[in-house]
């Protein structure tokens, strides 16, 4: 990879940067092993996987690194997430997954319901004291902005686009949303892997019921075990050969159906259908569960799910290392209706998880699914447990369908209440 250009980071090299942010796991999974006092203490409050998204993001705020200008997050989204996906599900129990019971659906949907609800609450409560934070007129109306976030926040990046091209915010005030939306969610999603380490003790305050999760973990445990066996390079190499193998027929679907339904069925773009990351990720976890069910499933006994969250913690590096902390002073007005959005799509996901007696697994994933989508859902999901992770990728599919349509009514409403 050729050095960035535009950029003032002190390495602008991808190849030194990859390094560095592979020096950072490495270092973080050895200290997390060591038995000395102060790291088993360390990581008794901190989570590794917290450490692997925070670190980054503290070079990219520093100027170490620049995240924005890195190809590092394209390559690992596009190569490395679908041959992570595809890696952990092919042992994966589907029956198991269907077992689960509505409870994760629900969850979901209920995010879904807080990002919709909680974008015009956010212009209420902030015209209540800072009128002039959400108002406007025209392209530079606050609520067209917004838009764009719920199209993010509920779908994705193709969502996000629709709802840019339908509201038609300004240039400007797309910016500095796209800020927001990244340092908001970046944000959440540290909180989320932090609670990971802690579900057992939220779960209990909200009588989770984990008894089906807790069933599928052990059962796909007690798989693994009765099929592992020492890796030899044969083995490794049919490990790579078939999750880039799969990540090539992937791409290769994604190539030919996303330009013919872009010919064919325009208006299909509502349902995110004619966005290649779309049709790459539900490829790859298509053909992961295909593998499920033939001979390949028994690479989990050679460590399929190992290199496969390998991939993972890679992407969730170049993730970490495109958010700016110190962004939010940019536009604080902003990142204040953001983080108010974002109290209402929590507050309701909890209280629904307390009715329903939810697990935290359950809000965790279901959130990430509509906030983070298809990129960071099942790094939610695997920090609860690697055979987890394809919860997360099959309900952030869901939320490709539904985000244009949910973004669309959500935006209509904060134009409503917008003064």
Not at 24 to 30: G, P, Q, R
Request: with cysteine; hydrophobic share 55%.
């Amino acid at each position: 990879m050729s050095e960035a250009s535009g950029t003032t980071a002190l390495f602008t090299n991808d190849a030194i940067v990859l390094g560095i942010l592979t020096a950072i796991l490495a270092a973080i999974f050895i200290t997390q092993r060591s038995e000395k006092p102060f790291f088993k203490k360390f990581y008794t409050f901190v989570p590794s996987l917290l450490l692997c998204y925070f670190i980054p993001s503290i070079l990219n705020t520093l100027g170490v690194i620049d995240g924005q200008a890195s190809n590092l997050y394209f390559v690992a989204s596009r190569y490395l997430l679908p041959t992570s996906l595809v890696l952990l599900t092919l042992s994966i129990d589907l029956k198991g997954i269907m077992q689960l019971g509505p409870k994760a659906l629900i969850m979901f949907l209920s995010g879904t319901l807080g990002i919709v609800l909680g974008g015009p609450l956010a212009i209420l409560i902030v015209s209540t004291f800072a009128p002039e934070l959400v108002g406007g007129a025209g392209p530079d109306a606050v609520w067209r902005g917004l838009a764009t976030v719920a199209g993010s926040w509920i779908g994705g990046g193709a969502n996000q686009a629709g709802m840019l091209e339908i509201f038609g915010a300004s240039p400007d005030l797309f910016a500095a949303m796209v800020t927001v939306d990244v340092l908001i969610a970046s944000v959440w999603l540290a909180f989320l892997l932090y609670g990971a380490g802690m579900a057992p003790k939220i779960d209990r305050i909200f009588k989770g019921d984990v008894s089906a999760i807790e069933n599928l973990r052990v059962k796909v445990e007690n798989y693994r075990l009765s099929i592992a066996k020492m890796p030899a390079l044969p083995d490794t190499m049919a490990i790579i050969g078939v999750g880039f193998g799969a990540t090539a027929i992937a791409h290769f679907g994604s190539d030919i159906i996303t330009p013919w339904i872009q010919d064919n069925f325009p208006t299909m773009d509502r349902l995110s259908l004619t966005s290649p990351f779309f049709w790459l990720i539900s490829i790859a976890t298509a053909l992961g569960l295909g593998l499920s069910f033939t001979r390949a499933r028994t690479l989990e006994g050679v460590g399929a799910s190992r290199i496969g969250s390998l991939l993972l913690y890679v992407l969730v590096a170049t993730i970490g290392m495109r958010m700016d902390v110190m962004a939010v002073f940019q536009n604080p007005g902003y990142f204040l209706i953001g983080a108010i959005w974002m109290m209402c799509h929590v507050t309701i996901m909890l209280t629904v998880a307390k009715i329903i007696r939810a697990p935290f697994f359950f809000v965790a994933v279901g959130s990430q699914a509509n906030v983070g989508g298809a990129a960071s859902a099942p790094i939610v999901a695997s920090a609860f447990h690697p055979a987890l992770a394809p919860v997360g990728v099959l309900l952030a599919v869901l939320g490709y369908a539904l985000g244009t349509y949910a973004a669309w009514f959500c935006g209509i409403l904060m134009s409503v209440v917008a003064p």
